[in-house]
Antibody
Framework: EVQLVESGGGSVQPGGSLKLSCVASGFSFSDYWMTWVRQIPGKGLEWVANLNQDESQKDYVDSVKGRFTISRDNAKNSVFLQMHNLRAEDTAVYYC???????????WGQGTLVTVSS | DIVMTQTPLSLSVTPGQPASISCKSSESLLHTDGKTYLHWYLQRPGQPPQLLIYEVSSRFSGVPDRFNGSGSGTDFTLRISRVEAEDFGVYYCMQGVHLKTFGQGTRVEI
């Protein structure tokens, strides 16, 4: 079964840091681009960041540039999202997603909730 | 950045009746490889989104044939021929040509 499992979410104060992890199984992880998408509770979806198979290309939505870093470890079938200088507006459920081809996202993980609050 | 605009934002439908959602992009989604990277997702309450339609009109594995996608360039439509109970939720279009952008979502409810 193709599966993605996120971890690392939690509560953090504004200005704090958090690192999300996502472990993949059931497919050849190193063959795919990987992506993080977030969703403020009760709101819509926002693409956050993606990276290619060998980390030579990384892209970010403008609102997280300079604060978030996406990375991967192909040996451990894992993708990460390091988040620094967190803001209240970063509060969201963060989904790890496999990008099959130009935004064909499947599967999605179950999501991990990040709450930024004092 | 490419902006995706969905209409309507909310849709009330009687089971068994058709439904249609429009998605317009601020730029053409035709890639230089000749494909158009416009996809549709459904998010049911309490669940992560799931892929329904990719590249405008291709149904993903297991998606019933009552779901049909169409369009080209900047104008796209998702049609459900006869809405069933399991179809209720929020539908998102998304472009994958330049970075990624989702539409605002269309809530389909009874």
């Amino acid at each position: 079964e193709v599966q993605l499992v996120e971890s690392g979410g939690g509560s953090v104060q504004p200005g704090g840091s958090l690192k999300l992890s996502c472990v993949a199984s059931g497919f050849s992880f190193s063959d795919y681009w990987m992506t993080w998408v977030r969703q403020i509770p009760g709101k819509g979806l926002e693409w956050v960041a993606n990276l290619n198979q060998d980390e030579s290309q990384k892209d970010y939505v403008d609102s997280v540039k300079g604060r978030f870093t996406i990375s991967r470890d192909n040996a451990k079938n894992s993708v990460f999202l390091q988040m620094h200088n967190l803001r209240a507006e970063d509060t969201a459920v963060y989904y790890c997603v496999r990008d099959v081809l130009f935004g064909r996202f499947d599967p999605w993980g179950q999501g991990t909730l990040v709450t930024v609050s004092s | 950045d490419i902006v995706m605009t969905q209409t309507p934002l909310s849709l009330s439908v009687t089971p068994g009746q058709p439904a249609s959602i429009s998605c317009k992009s601020s730029e053409s989604l035709l890639h230089t490889d000749g494909k158009t990277y416009l996809h549709w997702y459904l998010q049911r309450p309490g669940q992560p989104p799931q892929l329904l339609i990719y590249e405008v009109s291709s149904r993903f594995s297991g998606v019933p044939d009552r779901f049909n996608g169409s369009g080209s360039g900047t104008d796209f439509t998702l049609r459900i021929s006869r809405v069933e109970a399991e179809d209720f939720g929020v539908y998102y279009c998304m472009q994958g040509v330049h970075l990624k952008t989702f539409g605002q979502g269309t809530r389909v409810e009874i």
